[in-house]
């Protein structure tokens, strides 16, 4: 049982090239979630997927986009790579139970440099 | 103002003492409160978790929560350097996040000496 893994490690880029960041999560959660985290800022949502099928707008959306590609699965692209997207990317899932029991899992970052 | 508040330290506390860590919140709708720990290049891991107002305690945490005061609190008892990490205290937020997604503070960084 490997929780919720991400690909890859570590990534350096140039400005203006694209990427995707791969999580998988074999927990059969229905929710899965896209954070970043700068120095000083917390945990920032990018965007999150509620179950298979939907995706919806974090908090910072911009130059990003996402597919739910199955119940397991939850890519973020970054089409057009800037400076300012230099951070460390987490991937989450959880299962939501009433009143918003939502008890979130993380996987292990994405360290992106954008040159 | 921010949704979720947390003092980002560092907190130094000896070995053997208690750690108080402290976050408030501005949407009184939330229902779900959380504490991670963070150890430094490393992902968040969830250490506790409370729904209704009062104590809740788990070896050596305990967390309080408030919801008058919209305030939730992590006790770490008999500190040890092992717990020298950032804590994030996260909220379900309806009104800013929605029932399925939390909102972050920055975390309060923890520092226990020997």
């Known amino acids: 049982n490997a929780g919720v893994t991400q690909t890859p490690k570590f990534q350096v880029l140039k400005t203006g090239q694209s990427m995707t960041l791969q999580c998988a999560q074999d927990?059969?959660?229905?929710?899965m979630y896209w954070y970043r985290q700068d120095p000083g800022m917390g945990l920032r949502l990018i965007y999150y997927?509620?179950?298979?099928?939907?995706?919806d707008k974090g908090e910072v959306p911009n130059g990003y986009n996402v597919s739910r590609l199955n119940k397991r699965e939850f890519s973020l692209r970054l089409e057009s790579a800037a400076p300012s997207q230099t951070s460390v990317y987490f991937c989450?899932?959880?299962?939501?139970?009433?009143?918003?029991?939502?008890?979130?899992?993380f996987g292990p970052g994405t360290r992106l440099t954008v040159l | 103002q921010k949704e979720v508040e947390q003092n980002s330290g560092p907190l130094s506390v000896p070995e053997g003492a208690i750690a108080s860590l402290n976050c408030t919140y501005s949407?009184?709708?939330?229902?779900?409160f959380f504490w991670y720990r963070q150890y430094s290049g490393k992902s968040p891991e969830l250490i506790m978790f409370?729904?209704?107002?009062g104590d809740k305690e788990d070896g050596r945490f305990t967390a309080q929560l408030n919801k008058a005061s919209q305030y939730v609190s992590l006790l770490i008892r008999d500190s040890q350097p092992s717990d020298s990490a950032t804590y994030l205290c996260?909220?379900?937020?309806?009104?800013?996040?929605?029932?399925?997604?939390?909102?972050f503070g920055a975390g309060t960084r923890l520092a226990v000496h020997p």
């Open positions: 989450a899932s959880s299962e939501v139970g009433g009143g918003g029991k939502v008890t979130q899992y």
């Open positions: 927990m059969n959660h229905n929710s």
């Open positions: 997927s509620a179950s298979e099928g939907t995706t």
């Open positions: 949407d009184r709708g939330s229902q779900s």
């Open positions: 409370i729904y209704s107002n």
């Open positions: 996260a909220v379900n937020s309806p009104t800013g996040g929605g029932y399925n997604k939390l909102i």
